[in-house]
């Protein structure tokens, strides 16, 4: 009875084992080493488990996140198919481990940036001012996560070493271990003089409120563009995703497929924090980093002679001997065959680069544009103006992507363009033109087209161009300027003439009157002598208004002298609603005038005369209004005196 006991056990813990062995099989497990707090690393990469579970309807997944020890057990133990950490740890992990090649780098976004790299940071309090550079640090106390972290410890030693700082030798380190948050905490407790963190670290603090910028400074600071993070060490791939070699396949293609298009789905990457996922970049500059510092797995000096050499590769060594005296030669003769090229290299390199700084330095915009109408070149002025970039802009029509549309908003075909015509007939073209900005927005420019041999002898174009927005509004402030009264902003005699000229050429067309009203203020002149011109300026500009009240938009109401207006009427019926109009204007300004608790009266004598009963050209109407405005004042002002011939 108890043989049979036993044996049943037996079996059911087999089977127990074979279920759980076929329960792993089916099961992607994946390990993250956590910079961060473990707990914040697992909500980071608890979507890419969603995401895959959707993909890959055939498996579960779970992702578990390690700290450096941990992590070299779970992969040592296979309790883990797949592993993300940072570059240093999978070059120890295979070397020492097996670790396979990876499926993909990681590319994180800081702020709408994204970044496939990442660098170091050397940091200290900002009120230690004995901490200016890294010569500095020799004999300070220094902090860092672990020995071990890659952007919390490698990068910085390798800095620091080409500066001639050894570590650990010549600082005092302490290790307080993950996440990099601790080394941060220890600067700021004034438990350290300073600390070492992977770039980004300190911009999540920031974000996450529990640091401010003004507390720390950054030894080494760095400056690379299109790279926003505080960095004091150079940049190095970010971290790889890499499969463990009892991984299937089969499932390894298929999850990397899912990380390529994993930037497809903003919304799992944002909850994520990250960008994406490209393919694996080159982890040689890594191995390299750390053989020069001797570090894991390249601690240990190899010891290896040239006896040795000899004794292992004896015929090997006499082939290299000879094989190198060939090479050697060869290399002399190609030496001085080659010593011409490199000399004419030298020379196109530096002319290539004066035409290059040249574009480089205009403030024009440059751009060229091929036979077929596609940009080849653009310099940085031009993109500026435009708003795209140089890779928007390489390779496409540039008719068909700023240059599509006039200044009124009517299309603008192929044919009409300027470039397009030079592209034809290969002339010189000069002029202005419409552009338009990346956001829709148009702008004037002035241009230059010119002919250029490119394509292997086929023709294309070169175009030099300016934003000329600012000319544009000097010249009709100018234009403005000439042809209105500065003072009340009406029209001045010279607009007045040219307006009364279009009318009277539009009524001889049409059949129709036009009528010309001189007005001259009463007793204007003793209030601007008592009371002053700024009372008097004000007095002006108050009757402008008004007059402008009474007439039409398409009238002219306009100032000839000092208090001497003239109101030209556009196509009038007759005399009597002329003198509506005339009356209407005499009523406003009789009405008195509230200036600072003080009222101020005048009237006006209007004169008037009508084409074509009384003058058939602008001349005749100017002098016989002017002369009815003084029979209106002889006959006692703030009258209205139609022209009479006799």
């Not at 660098?119 to 106390?141: C, E, P, S």
């Not at 694996?280 to 000096?301: A, G, H, K, V």
Request: proline residues 5%.
């Amino acid at each position: 009875m108890n043989m049979i006991v036993r044996r049943s056990l037996i079996l059911l813990c087999t089977a127990g084992m074979l279920w759980s062995s076929a329960a792993a099989a089916q099961t992607i497990r994946i390990g993250v080493l956590a910079f961060r707090p473990k707990a914040e690393t697992l909500k980071q990469w608890q979507p890419l488990c969603t995401v895959l579970q959707r993909t890959i309807k055939s498996h579960s997944c779970v992702v578990k996140a390690y700290n450096y020890p941990e992590l070299e057990r779970a992969v040592l133990d296979k309790q883990v198919d797949f592993v993300l950490t940072n570059p240093a740890h999978f070059v120890l992990l295979s070397r020492r481990l097996g670790l396979s090649a990876p499926l993909a780098t990681l590319i994180v976004e800081d702020n709408g940036v994204p970044l496939s790299s990442f660098g170091g940071v050397i940091f200290a309090r900002a009120d230690r001012d004995d901490l200016q550079q890294l010569t500095d640090l020799k004999g300070k106390r220094v902090v860092t996560p672990d020995a071990g972290s890659f952007g919390g410890y490698q990068m910085q030693a390798y800095e620091l070493a080409r500066a001639g700082v050894h570590l650990p030798q010549d600082v005092s380190l302490q290790v307080v271990g993950m996440p990099h948050d601790n080394a941060v905490k220890a600067v700021l407790d004034g438990n350290a003089d300073a600390g070492f963190v992977r770039s980004g670290l300190l911009e999540s603090l920031v974000r996450e409120g529990k640091l401010q910028l003004r507390q720390i400074k950054i030894l080494n600071q760095q400056y690379i563009p299109k790279f926003p993070l505080l960095l004091s060490t150079r940049l190095y791939p970010e971290w790889p995703f890499a499969a463990l070699p009892h991984a299937d396949e089969n499932i390894a293609r298929r999850l990397a497929s899912v990380l390529f298009v994993l930037e497809e789905n903003p919304a799992v990457t944002r909850t994520m924090n990250i960008h994406g996922f490209a393919t694996p970049s080159d982890y040689t500059p890594i191995e390299e980093l750390q053989r020069e510092l001797r570090l894991p797995p390249f601690e240990d000096t190899p010891e290896f002679t040239v006896k040795d050499i000899w004794k292992r590769y004896n015929w090997q060594s006499i082939l290299v001997v000879a094989a190198s005296t060939v090479i050697l030669l060869l290399a002399f003769s190609l030496w001085l065959t080659n010593r011409n090229l490199r000399i004419n290299g030298l020379k196109l390199e530096r002319e290539t680069r004066l035409r290059h700084g040249l574009l480089d330095a205009l403030g024009e915009g440059v751009f060229g544009v091929d036979y077929r109408g596609l940009c080849v070149f653009i310099n940085p002025a031009a993109l500026r103006m435009l708003g795209y970039s140089e890779r928007e802009m390489i390779g496409v029509n540039q008719h068909e992507l700023f240059h599509y549309q006039r200044s009124d908003g009517s299309p603008y075909s192929e044919q009409e363009c300027p470039i397009f015509q030079s592209l034809i007939d290969g002339k010189t073209r000069s002029g202005e033109e419409w552009f338009l900005h990346k956001d829709g927005s148009g702008f004037p420019i002035s241009y230059t087209v010119s002919p250029n041999v490119m394509d292997v002898g086929r023709e294309g174009v070169v175009v030099v161009f300016r934003d000329i927005t600012e000319q544009k509004k000097q010249d009709q402030q100018i234009r403005h300027l000439a042809q209105h009264d500065q003072l009340t902003d009406l029209p001045n005699r010279a607009l007045l003439t040219d307006r009364l000229q279009q009318a009277l050429a539009c009524a001889k067309r049409d059949d129709q009157r036009v009528a010309l009203m001189f007005i001259d203020l009463d007793r204007f002149k003793p209030i601007n002598d008592t009371l002053g011109h700024v009372v008097g300026d004000w007095l002006l500009k108050e009757v402008a208004l008004r007059m402008r009240e009474c007439v039409r938009d398409s009238d002219t109401v306009a100032r000839v002298g000092g208090d001497e207006f003239v109101v030209l009427l556009r196509a009038v019926e007759n005399l009597e609603v002329a003198l509506m109009v005339a009356e209407k204007i005499r009523l406003s300004l009789e009405q008195p005038f509230e200036l600072a608790q003080q009222s101020l009266h005048i009237s006006c004598s209007i004169g008037m005369a009508l084409y074509p009963e009384h003058g058939k050209n602008e001349n005749e109407l100017m002098n016989y209004a002017d002369i009815a405005m003084y029979r209106a004042k002889q006959a006692g002002r703030n009258k209205i005196a139609v022209f009479q011939p006799e």
